[in-house]
């Protein structure tokens, strides 16, 4: 404990742990919900702060549980870990995680309206070389890859994509017939 908290045991001994909460609220939540939760299973845990000698705060872990298991009211003990480090990382991942997912959403918006300009495109070229070339099969192509894209991005995780849920919307643009050709005067 006292490399947890900078204190020296001297310091420490006849003290309230009081001393080591940020304050009095967080003191009285954290000794409510461990000795509610030793009174109902027998075992109280949960993560807090704490702040060192030196005025920092370290992210902590506390298991606290009864020495005699048949009286939850006798002396207890506790064990105490310094978590802060692993919060960091977990806050860390957290950004990464958030920070992907736009990039994602970005990447997605940006194939979406390439896919889109594509098939525009295909379509000015198509009615501008009127019936000597139809380019309707290579718009069909570019539509089934923008309905494929579309669902893909909507879903939560690629490690199962349900072919029912959009091949009835793919087979509906390919099998579609394209619109009818103005030819240019």
Do not use: C
Not at 63 to 86: E, Y
């Amino acid at each position: 404990l006292m490399d947890i908290t900078g204190y020296h045991r001297d310091e420490m001994v006849g003290q309230s742990v009081r001393m080591l909460y940020t304050d009095d609220e967080e003191f009285e939540r954290v000794g409510r919900e461990k000795y509610t939760q030793v009174r109902d299973s027998g075992i109280g845990h949960m993560e807090t702060q704490w702040q060192r000698k030196d005025g920092s705060t370290i992210e902590v872990d506390i298991t606290v549980a009864p020495l005699d298991s048949r009286d939850p009211h006798s002396a207890h003990t506790f064990t105490v870990l310094d978590i802060s480090d692993r919060k960091q990382a977990e806050q860390a991942m957290a950004a990464a995680v958030e920070e992907k997912n736009n990039l994602m959403k970005e990447l997605n918006h940006r194939i979406k309206n390439n896919l889109m300009m594509i098939e525009s495109l295909i379509s000015l070229k198509d009615q501008a070389l009127g019936e000597a070339a139809d380019l309707s099969d290579l718009r069909h192509r570019v539509e089934s890859i923008q309905v494929v894209h579309e669902k893909l991005s909507l879903l939560d995780s690629t490690l199962r994509i349900e072919l029912a849920d959009y091949v009835p919307e793919l087979l509906e643009t390919v099998v579609t017939p394209a619109p009818t050709r103005q030819t240019p005067r």
